[in-house]
């Protein structure tokens, strides 16, 4: 079993910049593939970034691709998310994922992959 709580979530103006953060515990986290996801208010939650349990592979989806960066910890079970270039669209509530690296079933970009996933946090970028 693995526990995950995000962090760092708030109110930015357009153009600005939050950190996310996931704190794992439980089971050893250095051997789970990690995600972040969001979910806007009457949309379908939906890929953000992924990273590989290595660190030495990471994939975004195209809205934020050159604006986001995933990273991770291992050492400090931690998984996190920078957000630069803040839109309005990236408005959301913003979810952390984690599933054993061993899992060959749904590609990582696919919600379906994940096990286990934290409480969300709440981004909100305004005008």
């Known amino acids: 079993q693995v526990q995950l709580v995000e962090s760092g979530g708030g109110l930015v103006q357009a153009g600005g910049s939050l950190r996310l953060s996931c704190a794992a515990s439980g089971r050893t986290f250095s051997g789970y593939d990690m995600g972040w996801f969001r979910q806007a208010p009457g949309k379908e939650r939906e890929f953000v970034a992924c990273i590989r349990w290595t660190g030495d592979f990471s994939y975004y989806a195209d809205s934020v691709k050159g604006r986001f960066t995933i990273s991770r910890d291992s050492a400090k079970n931690t998984v996190s998310l920078q957000m630069n270039s803040l839109k309005l669209e990236d408005t959301a509530v913003y979810y952390c994922?984690?599933?054993?690296?061993?899992?060959?079933?749904?590609?990582?970009?696919?919600?379906?992959?994940?096990?286990?996933w934290g409480q969300g946090t709440q981004v909100t970028v305004s005008s």
């Open positions: 994922a984690a599933v054993p690296n061993s899992y060959s079933g749904y590609d990582r970009r696919d919600r379906r992959a994940y096990d286990y």
